[in-house]
């Protein structure tokens, strides 16, 4: 096989592998699990508990958007809610929270020329402080958890707040953002890029690099992050309690950014298999029986999947006005 045919061959590859991944996990689940008792529980879960969680999801949304604001003052926040909602449907139908963030900043950026780098500096430097928010909530819920949580689980949440953090602090120093430019510049002329994608870029390191030196921006898009997280938990703690699962908020807390975490990790299709094996696994150590914790896990998927069909509406409704066609469509 020639290197462009490997080339070619490699994203579908990684496409089947990641199916297979799904499967396997889902396979050794329903090995475990009586699928009848899973219904049985999805069936005693009352709508009032349903819509309560919905009802989180979109306040959730309303919260990301602001935060996203933040970084973007002189954008409409009606504009960037409706790219947020949007970015759950690309989230739900493609390859989870990349193609969501690809959708934000294709569908924000293409307004004008130059904006695709403020847009990817926006939407990185908002994902980066989210995911600290996340684990800011998970390290002081394995602090505050009154069970015994492995120290393994400790460890990672712990590297991951020192990496992350580091991550901000080395954006604030020009040297590090100097030789960050060299770097990409030297990149991008042995890929043969044009002078103008360099330029891009150098811009998307400035804008970065902007954002990490202003402190208050920076931990405001912290805590609004970790507010975001709460109303996560919060909605599958709704969930949990009408499925009459017993497990107190905090556990909650620790549970769901461990979960998160794995769900970034890009080995399955939209988290599918891995979402539903943190939940039974993480929350048998808590005395929950796996056919409550899948079906909670489903649940929580069921919510997404209201996310996505609301974003599905405002991307009908907002595209109609625009004759610009999104990454989706493009690609028929």
Same mark, same amino acid.
């Given at each position: 096989m020639n290197t462009d045919t490997f080339e070619k061959s490699a994203p579908r590859w990684k496409l089947w592998a990641k199916i297979a991944i799904s499967t396997v996990i889902l396979g050794v689940l329903l090995l475990r699990i009586d699928i009848a008792e899973v219904f049985e529980s999805l069936r005693g879960l009352s709508l009032g508990s349903a819509a309560l969680a919905v009802f989180l999801s979109g306040i959730a949304i309303v919260v990301a958007a602001g935060k996203w604001r933040l970084l973007l003052p002189d954008s409409p926040f009606s504009q960037l809610l409706k790219i947020t909602f949007v970015r759950q449907f690309y989230a739900l139908v493609l390859y989870g929270q990349i193609s969501g963030d690809l959708a934000r900043v294709y569908l924000l950026g293409r307004e004008g020329v130059g904006?695709?780098?403020? $847009? +990817?500096?926006?939407?990185?430097?908002?994902?980066?402080?989210?995911? *600290?928010?996340?684990?800011?909530? &998970? !390290? %002081?819920?394995?602090?505050?958890s009154p069970g015994a949580v492995s120290p393994s689980v400790v460890?990672?949440?712990?590297?991951?707040?020192?990496?992350?953090?580091?991550?901000?602090?080395?954006?604030q120093y020009e040297p590090v953002l100097h030789r960050t430019s060299l770097f990409l510049q030297g990149f991008a002329t042995r890929l043969g890029l044009p002078d103008t994608a360099v330029g891009h870029l150098k811009r998307f390191l400035e804008v970065l690099h902007a954002?990490?030196?202003?402190?208050? $921006? +920076?931990?405001?898009?912290?805590?609004?992050?970790?507010?975001?997280? *709460?109303?996560?938990?919060?909605? &599958? !703690? %709704?969930?949990?309690?009408?499925?009459?699962?017993?497990?107190?908020?905090?556990?909650?807390?620790w549970v769901f950014g461990v979960i998160s975490v794995l769900l970034f990790l890009p080995i399955s299709i939209g988290g599918l298999g891995v979402r539903e094996g943190g939940f039974v696994g993480l929350l048998a150590g808590l005395g929950v029986a796996g056919d409550q914790a899948m079906a909670l896990s489903l649940a929580c998927f069921g919510v997404e999947v209201v996310q996505g069909l609301a974003g599905f509406a405002v991307h009908l409704s907002t595209n109609g006005r625009s004759s610009a066609k999104t990454p989706l469509e493009r690609s028929d």
């Open positions: 904006r695709y780098a403020e $847009v +990817t500096a926006s939407v990185l430097f908002d994902r980066v402080t989210g995911f *600290l928010g996340l684990m800011v909530v &998970t !390290a %002081v819920a394995l602090v505050l460890v990672v949440v712990v590297v991951l707040v020192i990496v992350t953090l580091g991550s901000l602090v080395l954006l954002y990490s030196r202003n402190p208050g $921006v +920076t931990v405001l898009s912290i805590a609004v992050g970790a507010a975001y997280q *709460l109303l996560c938990v919060g909605l &599958t !703690a %709704v969930l949990a309690r009408g499925l009459g699962i017993e497990v107190g908020f905090v556990d909650l807390c």
